[in-house]
């Protein structure tokens, strides 16, 4: 009986065995269709990020080249700029009717109350014969030519600083520039240099620097050598 108990029983556990080891497999291949699905899943999404990231480059690539083509506009500008401060502003002589330091009228005519007008060859604004007394060496050859005595002083180390202030005359309510050079300090090259006398002259209300603007003045300053 025991016998043909173990041998009646063992299809039965065969039989077990089979479906346990066929449930087993179809869970395995359930879990790594799973997986496959996710890795797809996951494939894709780093797919359209390749595809995204593409588009950021491209548009940085863009945003730079549009960046290098500004700085070398903007190094162009620049130099035009840096050109036209060294560029002398000629001023047409025909469009001036007073002169730019003292401010004298120029008189037209052949008499002897006649200016003449001359250009600075520094400033290029158009001055009276008495306000362009200096002359700076210019050119490869230095040749002499009319400088202001602002310019003048600009070029010539040796002279003392031109400056000029003005105010209002509390009796007629013009305005009033006086202009003097400043005498520098423990100079010897100016220790027995004549000084400009201070001369006063109607001013306008503008008030500018000696640089780039109007700076009034009557004084005659000493002409100095090259």
Not at 77 to 89: C, S
Not at 117 to 136: E, F, I, P, R
Not at 141 to 163: D, E, I, M, W
Request: net charge positive; charged share 20%.
């Amino acid at each position: 009986m025991g016998g043909e108990g173990y041998l009646l029983g063992f299809p039965n556990e065969a039989l077990i065995g089979r479906h346990i080891s066929r449930s087993t497999l179809q869970t395995k291949l359930q879990q790594a269709e799973e997986e496959a699905s996710s890795a797809r899943n996951e494939v894709t999404n780093l797919q359209k990020r390749i595809v995204t990231l593409q588009s950021d480059l491209d548009n940085v690539e863009s945003v730079q080249a549009d960046f290098v083509r500004l700085s070398q506009n903007l190094q162009v500008q620049l130099e035009r700029l840096r050109q036209q401060d060294h560029e002398v502003r000629w001023v047409d002589p025909e469009d001036v009717s007073s002169c730019f330091a003292c401010d004298s009228s120029f008189v037209a005519g052949s008499g002897p109350t006649e200016q003449r007008k001359a250009n600075c060859h520094h400033c290029g604004k158009v001055h009276c014969s008495k306000c362009l007394q200096n002359t700076m060496p210019s050119g490869p050859l230095g040749r002499q030519v009319p400088v202001c005595s602002v310019c003048y002083t600009l070029l010539n180390k040796h002279v003392a600083p031109y400056f000029s202030t003005s105010f209002q005359d509390p009796s007629t309510g013009a305005q009033i520039r006086v202009s003097s050079p400043n005498m520098r300090r423990n100079s010897p090259s100016k220790a027995n240099s004549p000084s400009t006398p201070f001369s006063k002259t109607k001013n306008k209300s503008d008030s500018r620097s000696p640089l780039s603007a109007r700076t009034k003045s009557t004084s005659d300053v000493p002409k100095k050598g090259p």
